[in-house]
C-alpha cells in the first residue's frame, strides 16, 4: 500500500509504513521497518529522469536540502526527550488547514523560490522527521505552493525524502533503533514496496498536471489528518 500510493503520488510511505506498522508494533520497530523500503523506493523515485536531472533537482532546491538535513540530525538527538504531540499537531494543523482550502478552491502560490521561505519549510519538515520519521507533508506543501511541475516535484520529493532517510538512519543508530534485527525486518519490507512502486508509477504516468495535484492534495489532507490523530493518542 505505501509503495503503491508513493509511486501515484511520490510520498506517503513513511506516513503509512508507520501508521499502520504502528497499530501492533512498537514505535521504534515501525520507525525502523519503514526505513529501507524508503530509501529504495526514494532512489527509484529520484533517478527516474536519468543522473542529470536529479542532480539539477538537487541544485535547484539545495537550501532546502541543507536545512532540512541539519534540523533533522538536531531533532533525532531530542527524539527521547521532546514530547512528540506537540510536534505532530503543530505540522497537521495547517497541512490540514492548507489541504481544505486549496480544495475549496482557495489558491495560495509561492510565486518564486525564495530562500527563507525554502530553508524554513525545509527545517520544518526535517525537524519533524527527525522526531517522527514523517516530513513528507511540509515538503509536498512547499512544492505544491510552488505550482512545481509534476516530474520535477515528484523527483524532488524522492531526493529530500532519501537523503533524509540515509540522515535518519544515521542519526538513529546511537538511539538504538538501527541495529541488525531491525534492518533485516526493514529488507524484507523492501519487496512489496518495490512492487507497490511499479504499480503506483504505472498510474502516475497516464494522469496529468491537474489530477496530479488534486491526487496529492487529498493524500496530503489524509497525511495531516493522521498526524493529528497520531498527536491525539500520543498525548
Not at 495547517?94 to 475549496?104: K, N, Y
Request: with cysteine; hydrophobic share 55%.
Amino acid at each position: 500500500m505505501g509503495g503503491a500510493v508513493k509511486g501515484v503520488v511520490g510520498f506517503a510511505m513513511p506516513t503509512i509504513l508507520i501508521s499502520l506498522l504502528g497499530a501492533f508494533l512498537p514505535p521504534q520497530i515501525a520507525l525502523a521497518g519503514m526505513m529501507l523500503p524508503t530509501l529504495i523506493t526514494n532512489a527509484m523515485q529520484s533517478l527516474r529522469g536519468g543522473r542529470a536531472a536529479a542532480i539539477k533537482a538537487l541544485r535547484q532546491f539545495k537550501v532546502f536540502m541543507i536545512a532540512g538535513a541539519c534540523t533533522l540530525v538536531l531533532a533525532a538527538q531530542l527524539y527521547a526527550f521532546l514530547p512528540q504531540w506537540v510536534l505532530l499537531a503543530s505540522i497537521g494543523g495547517p497541512v490540514v488547514l492548507f489541504c481544505v482550502l486549496q480544495i475549496i478552491g482557495w489558491r495560495t502560490e509561492i510565486r518564486e523560490q525564495r530562500r527563507a521561505i525554502e530553508a524554513g519549510f525545509g527545517g520544518v519538515a526535517g525537524f519533524i522527521g527527525g522526531l517522527s520519521g514523517v516530513w513528507g507533508p511540509p515538503t509536498v506543501a512547499y512544492l505544491t505552493a510552488l505550482n512545481t511541475d509534476k516530474a520535477l516535484q515528484v523527483r524532488t520529493q524522492g531526493i529530500a525524502f532519501g537523503l533524509g532517510t540515509l540522515l535518519l538512519m544515521a542519526a538513529h543508530g546511537p538511539s538504538g533503533v538501527v541495529r541488525a534485527d531491525t534492518m533485516t525486518f526493514s529488507a524484507a519490507l523492501c519487496i512489496p514496496g518495490v512492487l507497490g512502486m511499479w504499480v503506483g508509477l504505472a498510474v502516475q504516468d497516464r494522469i496529468n498536471q491537474q489530477t496530479f495535484r488534486r491526487v496529492t492534495l487529498w493524500v496530503l489532507l489524509v497525511a495531516g489528518v493522521n498526524l493529528l490523530r497520531r498527536a491525539w493518542l500520543v498525548y
